[in-house]
T-cell receptor, first 112, second 112 residues
């Protein structure tokens, strides 16, 4: 069965304290690995897509990396405005119409 | 350019009542999706559409029906609401050739 697991469920950091969020997956065929950010009371906002092991993408203080079994979202010197829930999702090569399977998210809180 | 909009934002239903959630997008996207989000379970796909007049079942379709009579609109119907359908519902859309899904702000539904 295809599964996406995110850890930790919640993470509290001090401003400037770098850390990483993990997304591990067991799928039959990976079409892509997606990261989204979700603020309270809002819809998810797209951050990155990774397609192959070894690929990396960066945006401001965020860097996403991908291996054959997991993806990491590295947050460097976070600020309070980085507080949000971060979701990862996988697109399956056996799926149709760009279906995504989401993990349950990591709730990040950055304290000033 | 409003992106993806959802109506209503919040609704309370009694068990057995029916209602329709409306999703509209102004990006000329071919694909549209309905998800539900429950605590600890992530986003789960209910139904999706690859074009006007076509719909398909996702992971959790039972108790829901959908229609896509116009390219820009995707309707989600609950014929006889149950407390288990209490959730936050998100609509998303994407281009046929893109992996990126754009989400609406969500509809919070409470079934008593």
């Amino acid at each position: 069965e295809d599964q996406v697991t995110q850890s930790p469920e919640a993470l509290r950091l001090q401003e400037g304290e770098s850390s990483s969020l993990n997304c591990s997956y067991t799928v039959s065929g990976l079409r892509g690995l997606f990261w989204y950010r979700q603020d309270p009371g809002k819809g998810p906002e797209f951050l990155f897509t990774l397609y192959s092991a070894g690929e990396e993408k960066e945006k401001e203080r965020l860097k996403a990396t991908l291996t054959k079994k997991e993806s990491f979202l590295h947050i460097t010197a976070p600020k309070p405005e980085d507080s949000a829930t971060y979701l990862c999702a996988v697109g399956l090569s056996s799926g149709s119409a760009r279906q995504l399977t989401f993990g349950s998210g990591t709730q990040l809180t950055v304290l000033p | 350019n409003a992106g993806v909009t959802q109506t209503p934002k919040f609704r309370v239903l009694k068990t057995g009542q029916s209602m329709t959630l409306l999703c509209a997008q102004d990006m000329n996207h071919e694909y549209m999706y309905w998800y539900r989000q429950d605590p600890g379970m992530g986003l789960r796909l209910i139904h999706y559409s690859v074009g006007e007049g076509t719909t398909a079942k996702g992971e959790v379709p039972d108790g829901y029906n959908v229609s896509r009579l116009k390219k820009q609109n995707f309707l989600l119907g609950l014929e006889s609401a149950a407390p288990s359908q209490t959730s936050v519902y998100f609509c998303a859309s994407s281009y046929a050739g893109s992996e990126t899904q754009y989400f609406g702000p969500g509809t919070r539904l409470l079934v008593l």
